[in-house]
């Protein structure tokens, strides 16, 4: 037991902050934190940079499967590198690092103990009574080392890394307070209609534009606005809710790739998401298809091109570009950091 506590690092220690603090300023601001999945170190710096220079908190997400890519000791030393980039840049901006859709208690003590500042345990996927108990053990271990916690309640369908569902099941206004406080969670992720993956919805489920451009169903803010009544000032949590920012689908699929029928959830009403009690909203999937938009097209027109810097360099500034969009424009989240931390 001795040796395990030596073992243990506290996120304190990394310079990392958890979510408490930027999710009150989110809630009474009428702004959502940027979550961000990371799988490299050009997404890592695009982050960043994009962050500070767009004076945004911001959440630095790990999935499972992101974690083992890495490698848990070298992503420890990853998000202390981050923390002493911002140091440099923009001293105001911090950060959490946050374990995504974790579905262990023994990953979430994994992370707790090397470093992360909050995880997420996804209990979705489990009955009512069984979400319940799994995501209390989770909070009562985290809320020993001042560690954030993100439960969820309904399934989002649609696959990203290691979390897959077939179908969608939306959230019950009706058992988010039983939830909330039985479980003692920090914040919320439920479920309205966005979905995992760059192809959220079906042809079936959308309707067609007079140009021919799928229009996906429309979020289920009634859901949304009624979980605010009965948790209201709750931080709530959208997942899968990256754009498909059609822009580089074409890129993608102009140069090789097959991404057929990718459609997201429309600019304005992730606007009208974050303006309400949606505090955190997480894009992965947009970053995936920047960066792969970006090499693609480097590679169909410089097939002699071999240093990864030439191609990696190149997605990582249009990443950074992406963020800073998404910061100042979508969420609300940009010169916030100042007010937040300064």
């Known amino acids: 037991m001795e040796s395990q506590a030596k073992s243990r690092v506290s996120y304190q220690e990394l310079g990392l902050v958890n979510t408490k603090k930027m999710f009150a300023a989110a809630v009474k601001g009428g702004f959502a934190i940027p979550a961000y999945n990371f799988n490299n170190l ?9 962050c500070a220079e767009s004076d945004s908190p911001f959440i630095l997400q ?12 070298l992503l420890r030393h990853l998000a202390r590198g981050a923390v002493e980039l911002l140091g440099a840049l923009n001293p105001n901006v911090k950060f959490a690092l946050h374990l995504d859709h974790g579905d262990t208690l023994e990953l979430c003590k994994s992370c707790i103990d090397s470093g992360f ?9 489990h009955p009512f009574e069984k979400n319940i108990e799994l995501t209390r053990q989770v909070v009562e271990y985290a809320h020993k080392y001042d560690v954030s916690v993100e439960g969820e309640l309904g399934v989002l369908a649609g696959i990203e890394d290691e979390v897959s569902s077939e179908h969608s099941h939306y959230t019950q206004p009706g058992e988010v307070e039983e939830f909330v406080k039985k479980t003692g969670v920090d914040s919320l992720a439920i479920s309205i209609g966005t979905s995992h993956g760059a ?10 534009s007079p140009e021919g451009v799928l229009v996906p169903p429309p979020l289920r803010f ?3 606005r009624e979980i605010e009544k009965r948790i209201p000032g709750f931080p709530i949590v959208l997942h899968g809710a990256s754009s498909v920012l059609p822009q580089y689908v074409e890129m993608i699929n102009a140069n090789g790739g097959k ?20 505090c955190k909203v997480n894009i992965d999937s ?12 480097i ?14 360099g190149p997605a990582r500034d249009a990443l950074k570009a992406m963020i800073i969009d998404k910061n100042r424009n979508v969420l609300g989240s940009a010169g916030r950091a100042k007010e937040i931390f300064g």
């Not at 790990?62 to 848990?72: E, F, H, I, L, T």
């Not at 919805?201 to 309707?207: A, D, I, R």
């Not at 590679?299 to 990696?312: G, M, S, T, V």
């Open 117 to 125: 500042s909050s995880v997420m345990i996804d209990g979705s996927h």
């Open 286 to 297: 947009d970053g995936r298809l920047v960066v792969t938009g970006v090499i693609r097209k």
């Open 199 to 208: 192809t959220k919805f079906t042809p079936e489920q959308c309707t067609r």
């Open 259 to 278: 991404l057929k029928d990718a459609v997201g959830i429309p600019v304005p009403q992730l606007r009208d998401a974050a303006r309400s009690a949606v």
């Open 222 to 224: 009634d859901i949304l």
């Open 42 to 50: 050009e997404q890592l710096q695009a982050i960043v940079t994009g």
């Open 62 to 73: 790990v999935s499972s499967g992101a974690r083992k890519y890495a490698n848990d000791i």
């Open 299 to 312: 590679f169909a027109e410089k097939p002699a091109e071999f240093d990864p810097r030439k191609y990696l």
